[in-house]
């Protein structure tokens, strides 16, 4: 079965850049949306950036333009999400997303959900 598996948290200064990694496996459908999603404590899980695997489409929400960058590798099995200028309010944990429809930021619209790292920006 599909398998999502989220590295490259940490515990940064706000200014400072981090690495996502969501390495996945062969069973992930080659026509699917890869996403980086947040949720800090108490509050709902948020989109923040999304990629078409076969096109390369990229999606941003609207905290991450100009800061974030999603893409993917040669090998199209893993999803980068590269974050600078970190603020504060980038806390929380991220978890990477595969799923296909609808609005890339509605959670409703992925199948498959890796367990998360925590990005903490002080």
């Known amino acids: 079965h599909v398998q999502l598996v989220e590295s490259g948290g940490g515990s940064v200064q706000a200014g400072e850049s981090l690495r996502l990694n969501c390495a996945f496996d062969?069973?992930?459908?080659?026509?699917?949306?890869m996403a980086w999603f947040r949720q800090a404590p108490g509050k709902e899980r948020e989109g923040v950036a999304g990629i078409h695997r076969p096109s390369t489409a990229t999606y941003y929400a609207y905290s991450a333009k100009g800061r974030f960058t999603i893409s993917q590798n040669v090998m199209r099995d893993t999803v980068f999400l590269e974050m600078t200028s970190l603020k504060p309010d980038d806390t929380g944990m991220y978890f990477c997303?595969?799923?296909?429809?609808?609005?890339?930021?509605?959670?409703?619209?992925?199948?498959?959900w890796g367990q998360g790292t925590q990005v903490t920006v002080s």
């Open positions: 997303a595969a799923g296909d429809g609808g609005a890339w930021h509605e959670t409703r619209n992925y199948r498959y």
């Open positions: 062969a069973y992930t459908p080659a026509n699917v949306r």
